[in-house]
Structure formats: structure tokens, C-alpha cells
């Protein structure tokens, strides 16, 4: 595990532990009837979350109403009427805004207390608090920044003329910018901030620089990177929400850009809410930090956090990859003990062939719907378990939706791969009690056998608490043995029809890509 991998390990740990004793969280915020969203509910359950999905299926939708859920110390009004703003032109009706009757719904998590809040606009937006007496809308620092904060050029003209009037100066202490040097590739004498009218410009003295400069000679990046450290280093217990967070940032420093967020995070009891289309960023934050929308005729829904299978394609897999997707880790094992054998013959390295799973037989329909969206399809092959033939037609109907036809490859066997090793196992014991360096095999198994025969569960789960048993009884995972059973059996019996069958998936993909 690398170094960068271990610090975001740690800290995901770490902020985890620290959630339950953070003072304000907001814990789910619910949209309704507001641009093609006819119910969306969105809930937040790790302190710094990156909100993902395809352009317009509403994640600045979702940041803008989160910074709607606080009433925000100072002079920003963070409300519905000021960001989510109705265009009316009586004299042209046509060219009129008509946004229904929106609402949104929170639930915080405030001071030891379980709250309720929601905004609804009728003739205007107005609060209610789910019944509570004398309820308020709970207070909370809020930083709001969008892509156009970030970037936009607009006001450059009126910051122009901050040079030729009595402007203020501030020197930035070291603790402002420590953020930024610890994800920048350059180093500062000092930071200034030049104000007037309420107007204000950074002044950069770099020291690897000739001159000091304006942040109008600065990149994005760099600018962007200034003015959140600035803005957001100091805040104590805040709701923070960026809108892409990634916008002019090489992938290494987004990665340095999250892992520095979640150790503020963790520092200063912040919860953060970013936008992106990064996997860089979305790989930053643990699964239970990503929320992925999408869209649908109607509504925008939140998909379950894609694995990084899904990740890589839709959001920059490099496409000269074939992607497998299976059930879970014992089918992924016993996959990649098959390809351990045909990637010779085939003239591909492992890293031609990636290998996902952790999905259940249920949700393959859905994900072949998601891959035909993103034209993604010729790029899957889908390996299903044994017992799982059942959902054919319903990946089959998904798949027509697109006008493509989909043969997905089935593990041998009419169970759970599990019992499909063990069985192997048996049929062949003296060959796998010498492969496996354990004389004793033929009598381990008899006994397993007889123990769990008696047993009153699931069928399903007797067969896979089984072969789990055996892997602990061999000292080895149960990925290790069923990857060296893959290896063993894919030249003989069901498992070399299986292996000819991928071979063949394989080839059909090089063909259709050219790889």
C-alpha cells in the first residue's frame, strides 16, 4: 500500500470515529418538484461526501439546497429565494419562469438534538418545523463556493480599479496558506489581500517566482486553490460546499486537494459536501462518501455507490480495458485463476483485463441500463453465478433499451460458487491435497461435509459457511483457494467451457475495439 493510500486510510478511520461527536450535522436533505426532480432524497453519513453523476442531473441542484438548510451568521442569505431565484415576466408569460411548488426537507443532527426543517414555496418560500413549537432554523457558518467563484473573469474590471484608489492591505498569516503549500508544487514569501469596497484581490510573492502578481497571472488552479485556503482554514464546525472541486487541477493535486480537505475536516469538526466528475476525487472519500444521480425521464435518483469498476468507466477508465463484472469475491477468484491461464495463450497482461464485484444478481439489470446510457456496453462482460440464470430476461429487456443484445457468462454449476469449489475439491482430492500442501484433505472435507449436512439454514448459506469454514480450517483466505481451483480447472470439465467462453468474449472485444 502506498504512502498517499495509508493516509487516506488513516483518515478515513479517523474521521469516521469523529462523526458521532461533531455538535451539527446535516444529515439528509430531500428535494421535491424543482427541475425534473420530482422526489429526490439525498443522505449524507461519512463528514465529507463528493457528489458525482453525469452533467445536469442536478448536483449543483443538490449543493445549492444544502446551503439553504442553516440560518448563516452575517449578511449572505442562504435561501431558496436568493439561490434558486424565479425569473417573472408578466408582459411575456412565455419567457417566464413556473417552478410549481418546490420543497425541501432536512434532518440535522444539532447539539445532541434530532431536528426537522423544511422550506416550501407557494406564493413564496416559506420554513416549517415539522411541528416543533417555537422551532428555529438552526445556525451554522456555511461557505458556498461555485465553479464561476472560482474561475470567472467577470468581475475584472471593477477588481481593476482597486489599483488606482486607496486600497486596504492585509498580510495572510502563515496558518491561512498552509493549506495550499501542502498541495501546491511552489512555496510563497507571503500572501497579501488587497481590499476595497468589498471588493478584494490576492498578491502572491512566490519564491521561486522573478516578481511578485496579481492572481490575474495566476492558473485556475492556483487561484482557486488560494481562495478556499483563505476562506475556509480558520472555520469552526462549518457546512462547506464546492462545486467541482477538481476545476484546473492536475489529478495529483486533487488527490492532495481531498486528502487535505478531510484532515481540515477532522481538524476543525467541518463537514464538507463537494461536487465532481473526477474518479480521482470520487476514489479520495470512502464508499460511503460517494453519492451518485442520475437521472430519469421524470426524477433524478441516487444510484448505490458504483465500485470502482464502474468508477473507471464512467468517470476516465482508460479505454483500451475490458472490464468483467461478477457477484462477489469468491466468482472474482475463481475468474482471475482462469485468466491466469488464457492471458498467455491470448498475448495479455493483467492489466489488460480488470476484474469487478461486490453486486448482488438482482442489480445487473440496473447496471446494464447505467452502462447503456454512457455507451459503455462493448466494453463489459458480465459473469454471473450459477444459480443466477433467472435474471437473464431482465438483463436481456435492459439491454433491448438500447437496441443491444447482451450474453452474459454464467459460472459452472447450479449454486453458488462456493460449493462449486468445494465440490471440485473433492472430485479431485489427492491432486489438491498435493497443490494445496495439506495430506489431510480428503478427510477435512468428509467431515465439513457431514457437519453442515445437518444443518438447518439456508441452503445457500450452509454451502458458502462451509467452504468458509474450510478456507479457515487451511489457513488460506477463500479467494486464494478458489484463484488456484480456477487455475487447475480451467483445462478440464465445466470450467474450460467457461474459460472458452471468456476467451472468445475477449476476442470479440478486441475486434470491436482494435486492442
Known sequence: MSLLRKNFTQVWDQLRAKKPQLAQFLESVRIQNLRGITDLPVSFSYPVTVIAGPNGCGKSTV?????????VPGARDYSPAVLFPNLKAPEQPAVSDHLGNPEFEYFFADRGAKLGM?????KSWSKSFMGRKAGKQPQRELYLRTLANLTSPSEVRSILQIGNQAFGQTDLDADLIAFAHRVLPFKYRGLKLLTLKGKDLLFADRVDAATAYSEFHMSAGERALLRISKDISRLRDALILIDEIEAGLHPYTQQQVMLELQRLALRNNLQIIVTSHSPV?????????RVFLERTADNVVVQPPYRDIFQRAFYGRPQDRLSVLCEDSVAEALILGVLDRINPLLNLTPDDITVGRDTGKNQFAQHVD???????????????????????PDITQAASRYNRVISPLFLPGDAPPEDWVYRALERSTAEYAQALGVPNLALLLANLRQQFDNATDKLTNIMKARYATLAES???????????????ESERGELKIFADELSQAVSDWRSRTGS
Open 63 to 71: 449543493l445549492f439546497a444544502c446551503a439553504c438548510a442553516y440560518d
Open 118 to 122: 423544511t422550506w416550501r414555496r407557494l
Open 281 to 289: 476525487v470520487l476514489e479520495s472519500v470512502p464508499p460511503e462518501g
Open 370 to 392: 447505467a452502462l447503456g446510457k454512457f455507451n459503455l456496453l462493448d466494453e463489459f462482460v458480465l459473469v454471473l453465478d450459477g444459480d443466477a440464470r433467472a435474471v437473464l
Open 474 to 488: 487451511l489457513q488460506r483466505s477463500q479467494e486464494e483457494v478458489a484463484r488456484q481451483v480456477g487455475q487447475i
